[in-house]
């Protein structure tokens, strides 16, 4: 069998945050809004009215191509392009079509430790569409489509990669990455579940060792980041069968079907539409003074990559504890947040960037998992994790009280010192009270205490259990430990 390698592209639109929408001064919030009431002449296209450019969606669609190594054209323009389709109100959609804003950047990512370079052709504006509502007739089970225009209008930024994707981790990780830096530069929400992000992906595969690209695929109706990653891993596998078994791949544009796990044909490429595209001939050119550039350029923030790296560099994390940290600008301000109410509280400490980062990752990723709810909008506060790692730190609880301390605060949002003192989860440190359990422990079990005596080490160990147990997991090990063997050696 012929080995294939996988040659897939992304196209990426990420609605824009502004107040207006790109070509008329309605509110761009089209979620929250009763379905059309965001609308005007406008982005209504109706006859007579005139497009006005929206220079904050410019501001942010520059911004993004600075983050992205993208040169900015001085002169560009926007073009109609041309479709009927009942979520287009004016029959065309102003886009960009031969000379957009944003172009040769490229984006680095690291994929299971090996850095890939993924080139983007271009980023380019353009406007959202309406939303259609597809509907059932209750009686005669006839459908229909409901037209809200809200979103009609709404800033649209186009990305198109270049085919230098190699696997669907690949992808997915790129498309993090992208997500991640819109975030950090506050250009978008970058959220696929409402929407405001999505993707399409051209996937095709050729033999390995060979240049020429293979028939590709577009692959749309992908709604997370998993999805992406299942309908490319879904698609090369079919077009590897396809080709094995000696047919031929159609160029086409298929939908990813999650509730199936597979991709269905939509339509037929070679039938594909004409835009019909030409100038707009309602905006003049832009030109894009190098002045502008430059200011715009005096925003850019830190970037995903580099607070990654200052905090290897600071804080000593691994790049994988590094990487999760700054998954998102929010996750790393928390995170960031953590270390200083700590220092505040406990003064200077080694270990606090890596428990920190621990907690965070680990222990707050699995509540967040659980509650649907990212780590830096729970109740549970940055100062409050910082008290609770000091009370570990402070031997005051062990670990698995700080777990079910945390469980709590995740959801009630109260100190750690409240929490443990409500739920008496504080260690014992008395010796005299742990000094009783042990003698307990030691007179109910002589069969184990006659392994002991006999040489057997586990026996300590089963005793440490027993305590732990007796004392509902809150006697502190180290002085478990100690009295166990005093106690075991003073009946030699
Ligand atoms: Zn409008």
């Known amino acids: 069998m012929t080995e294939y390698e996988p040659v897939i592209g992304l196209e990426v639109h990420a609605q824009l945050i502004t107040n207006s929408k790109m070509f008329c001064s309605c509110p761009a919030d089209y979620q929250s809004a009763p379905p059309n009431t965001h609308v005007c002449p406008v982005c209504l296209g109706l006859p007579g009215t005139l497009p006005v450019i929206n220079s904050e969606a410019i501001k942010k669609i520059i911004l993004t191509g600075l983050a992205l190594n993208c040169s900015i054209a001085e002169q560009t323009k926007f073009d109609r392009k ?3 389709y009942p979520d287009l109100m004016k029959g065309y959609q102003i886009s960009q ?93 970058g959220s696929m579940e409402e929407g405001s992000f999505r993707c399409d992906a051209n996937v095709s595969i050729r033999p390995k060792g060979v240049l020429e690209y293979g028939t590709k695929v577009e692959v749309k109706n992908m709604n997370s980041f998993r999805a992406v990653f299942h309908a490319i891993e879904f698609e090369i596998e079919r077009q590897s069968k396809v080709l094995n078994e000696g047919g031929r791949i159609v160029q086409e544009t298929r939908g990813w079907v999650e509730a199936k796990g597979e991709t269905i044909s939509l339509r037929s490429k070679e ?43 600071e804080l000593g994390l691994s790049p994988y504890d590094a990487g999760q940290v700054t998954a998102s600008p929010r996750l790393a301000d928390y995170y960031e947040s953590v270390i200083q109410h700590y220092i505040e509280i406990n003064g200077p400490s ?4 890596k428990s920190a980062a621990n907690w965070t990752i680990t222990e707050l990723g699995r509540l967040s998992n659980d509650g649907q709810i990212p780590v830096e909008d729970s109740p549970l506060k940055a100062e409050y994790l910082a008290e609770l790692i000091g009370l570990i730190d402070q031997k005051i609880i062990g670990t698995s009280q700080a777990k079910i301390a945390a469980e709590s605060m995740f959801t009630t949002g109260k100190s750690a010192k409240i929490t443990v003192e409500e739920l008496g989860l504080a260690q014992i440190t008395d010796s005299s009270a742990i000094g009783d359990a042990v003698r307990e422990v030691i007179e109910a079990n002589p069969s184990a205490v006659a392994d002991y005596m006999a040489g057997k080490e586990t026996a300590a160990k089963f005793f440490v259990g027993q305590v732990m147990k007796v004392t509902k997991g809150k006697a502190n090990p180290t002085i478990v430990s100690e009295l166990i063997i005093e106690q075991l050696e003073a009946k030699k």
Not at 125 to 138: G, N, S
Not at 300 to 313: G, K, N, S, T, Y
Request: glycine letters at 6%; charged letters at 30%; a negative charge.
């Open 350 to 353: 080694g270990t606090i960037a």
């Open 97 to 189: 079509f031969d000379l957009p804003i944003c172009y040769d950047g490229h984006l680095d990512i690291d994929v299971d430790g090996e850095a890939r370079r993924i080139g983007i052709e271009r980023i380019h504006m353009e406007e959202d569409v309406a939303k259609l509502f597809h509907r059932t007739e209750a009686g005669s089970g006839e459908g229909y489509a409901l037209v809200d225009v809200n979103r009609a209008g709404v800033p649209l930024m186009e990305m198109v990669g270049r085919p230098d994707i190699r696997s669907a981790e690949e992808a997915r990780q790129y498309l993090v990455a992208y997500r991640s830096i819109l975030q950090y530069i506050g250009v978008s929400t």
């Open 82 to 84: 041309s479709y009927p």
């Open 271 to 313: 039938k594909a539409n004409d835009y019909r595209f030409f100038p707009e001939p309602d905006l003049p050119p832009l030109i894009v003074k190098q002045s502008w550039v430059a200011e715009i350029a005096e925003l850019l923030p830190e970037l995903p990559i580099e607070r990654r790296v200052r905090f290897e560099d």
